[in-house]
């Protein structure tokens, strides 16, 4: 069986910790139920990713190196 979380193509995802989730909802002023969603079936989640758990994406940027997103795991 292929593990896809692990492929090239697929950008990098972590489960982030309460300490800089506070940061990020701060800076941008926001909830974390304002985040865009990403399901948990999602097959580039972590393992150890929940419902409710918000995902930090780091993809390369041909503008920017690399772009961070946020996704908040849903059902």
Known sequence: MVDVSQHKMVPEHSVVDEDELDEVLEEYEIKSTDLPKIKRTDP???DDAE???VIKIVRD???TDRAVV???VVE
């Open 51 to 53: 419902v409710g758990d």
């Open 61 to 63: 940027s041909r503008t």
């Open 44 to 46: 580039a989640l972590p």
């Open 70 to 72: 946020y996704r908040l």
